[in-house]
C-alpha cells in the first residue's frame, strides 16, 4: 500500500478546516437571523431577534428588565430628564460605560434612533401613538408596565412573550426566597409595625398604595396604614390617595414606620420642608420623633426586578439592622 503525500493530508485537513469553519459560520449567521414572531399587547405583529446585539429599554424600568433577562445592551440607553446618570441601585457593572441621554418626560426619538437599537423595549403602553414611532427604528415590544397593578404580571407576561422564561424565574426565585428569609425573622422577633410610604408635594403630607413599596409591604406579609388605601395583595383599592394638609397631619398618629421618596441627590422633602419643621403636629408623630422614617430613591417607585430587590433591602434594614 502506497503512503499518503503529506502535502495531500495538508490540503485535505485545510479543506476539512475550512468546510468546519464554514458551517459554523453558517449556524451563527443562522442564529443571528432567527427572530420570534409575535403579537405585542399594543396589538401589533411585529418580528423580534431572539439574539438582539443592540437592546434598548425606551424607559429606565425597561433598561433594568433587559438586564434582568440577559440581552446585550445597546451603547446608548436612556434615562429620566431629572436624573444625572442611571440610578444607583441598577446592577451597575452591566451599565459600565454606556452613554445616556435624557428620555422622560420628554421623548428623544433622535437619541434613539442614534443608538442603532436592533430590539427596543418599551413599557410606556400608555402612549398611544409612540409604538408606531418605535417601530420604525427597530422592532419593539410595547407593553403598560404603569396600568395600576403588579407590575410583575406584565413583565412576566412579557418574558415568555420573548422567550426568557428562565431568565425572569431566576429573578422570581431569588426574590422570592429573600421574601420568605426576611418574614422568618420579623416573626421570630415578633417585629409587626404599621407601616406607610408616605411623601410630601405642594405643601400636602401624601400616602397611597402605588409601586413597589406597596408591594414589598404586602410580599412581607406588613401592616399598612389604613390610609394607604391598600387590597391584600399591594395595590390600590381606588385611584384616590390620602392629600392632608398641615392642620391634618395628625391623621398619621396610628404608624409605626415611613418609608419615603427622596431625589437623586438625597434631598428628603419631608425634613427639608420649612413648614413641616415648623408644623407642632408633624414634629410629635412617634415616628418623626423616633426618626423611625426612612429614605429611598424614587425611582424604586416604578416597578423593576432591581428597583423591587433594593426596596425590600431598605425594609429589611430599616425593621431588623
Known amino acids: 500500500m502506497r503512503s499518503t503525500p503529506l502535502s495531500f493530508v495538508a490540503l485535505a485537513a485545510t479543506a476539512l478546516l475550512l468546510t468546519s469553519c464554514a458551517s459554523a459560520s453558517s449556524d451563527a449567521s443562522s442564529t443571528a437571523s432567527e427572530t420570534i414572531e409575535l403579537t405585542t399587547p399594543a396589538g401589533t405583529d411585529v418580528e423580534i431577534p431572539t439574539e438582539p446585539t443592540a437592546a434598548l429599554g425606551f424607559y ?3 433598561v433594568d428588565l433587559l438586564i434582568t433577562l440577559g440581552y446585550e445592551l445597546a451603547g446608548s440607553q436612556p434615562i429620566r430628564d431629572d436624573f444625572t446618570a442611571f440610578p444607583d441601585f441598577f446592577p451597575q457593572e452591566e451599565l459600565a460605560g454606556l452613554d445616556t441621554f435624557g428620555n ?3 421623548f428623544n426619538l433622535e437619541a434613539v434612533l442614534e443608538a442603532e437599537p436592533d430590539f427596543i423595549l418599551n413599557g410606556l403602553g400608555y402612549e398611544k401613538d409612540l ?4 417601530q ?12 395600576g397593578g403588579d407590575w410583575r404580571d406584565v413583565a412576566g407576561q412579557m418574558a415568555t412573550d420573548l422567550g426568557r422564561e428562565d431568565q425572569w424565574q431566576a429573578w422570581l426565585d431569588q426574590y422570592e426566597a429573600r421574601v420568605s428569609d426576611i418574614r422568618e425573622r420579623l ?3 415578633d417585629i409587626h409595625p ?8 405642594e405643601g400636602q403630607v401624601t400616602t397611597s398604595c402605588y409601586g413597589v413599596p406597596c408591594l414589598v409591604f404586602a410580599d412581607l406579609g406588613l401592616e399598612m396604614s389604613p390610609l394607604m388605601n391598600a387590597t391584600e395583595e399591594g395595590l390600590p383599592a381606588s385611584d384616590e390617595y390620602a392629600e392632608l394638609s398641615p392642620e391634618q397631619v395628625g391623621q398619621l398618629e396610628g404608624i409605626d414606620v415611613v418609608f419615603t421618596g427622596a431625589e437623586e441627590d438625597g434631598t428628603l422633602w419631608v425634613e427639608d ?3 413641616l419643621s415648623q408644623n407642632e403636629l408633624w414634629q410629635n408623630l412617634p415616628f418623626v420623633k423616633s426618626g423611625e422614617y426612612y429614605p429611598y430613591n424614587y425611582e424604586m417607585l416604578y416597578g423593576s426586578p432591581s428597583g423591587q430587590d433594593a426596596f425590600l433591602t431598605i425594609v429589611e434594614e430599616a425593621l431588623l439592622g
Do not use: R, S
Open 187 to 189: 416573626d421570630a422577633t
Open 131 to 134: 409604538d408606531a414611532q418605535l
Open 104 to 106: 422622560y418626560p420628554e
Open 194 to 201: 404599621v407601616v406607610a410610604d408616605v411623601g410630601y408635594f
Open 136 to 147: 420604525k427604528i427597530a422592532p419593539t415590544y410595547t407593553y403598560n408596565a404603569f396600568d
Open 273 to 275: 420642608d420649612e413648614a
Open 60 to 62: 429606565t424600568t425597561d
